[in-house]
């Protein structure tokens, strides 16, 4: 069974910088480096939304409100994905899910982490 572990979440005020960690567990690393990884971000009364994704060969996609200020990157050695974020303001306060999906396998094609808590306040 695969396992997504989100840390790094924080209460910072404007202007500061966070790094979100997702640590996958019950894998190999040769099959960590087959999934397409993902950071999504649900504010209270919200929907859930996309803020990042990596695939396996490293290509990135952002969501317009983050371009410029988040990054993210794998440490496919670490089955580690990171998402750096830079000039953070209020409205990105929310949880952070990490999420995983492969189509390789028949099981563990969508897998989510339990979330981890960013707000940003003055």
């Known amino acids: 069974q695969v396992q997504l572990v989100e840390s790094g979440g924080d209460l910072v005020q404007p202007g500061e910088s966070l790094r979100l960690s997702c640590a996958a567990s019950?894998?190999?690393?040769?099959?960590?480096?087959?999934?397409?990884m993902g950071w999504y971000r649900q504010a209270p009364g919200k929907q859930r939304e996309l803020v990042a994704r990596?695939?396996?060969?490293?290509?990135?996609t952002y969501a317009d409100a983050m371009m410029g200020r988040f990054t993210i990157s794998r440490d496919n050695a670490k089955n580690t994905v990171y998402l750096q974020m830079n000039s953070l303001k209020p409205e990105d306060t929310a949880v952070y899910y990490c999420n995983g999906n492969q189509y390789t396998y028949r099981t563990d094609r969508d897998v989510w982490g339990q979330g981890t808590q960013v707000t940003v306040s003055s």
């Open positions: 019950g894998i190999s690393g040769i099959i960590f480096r087959i999934y397409a």
């Open positions: 990596i695939t396996s060969g490293g290509s990135t």
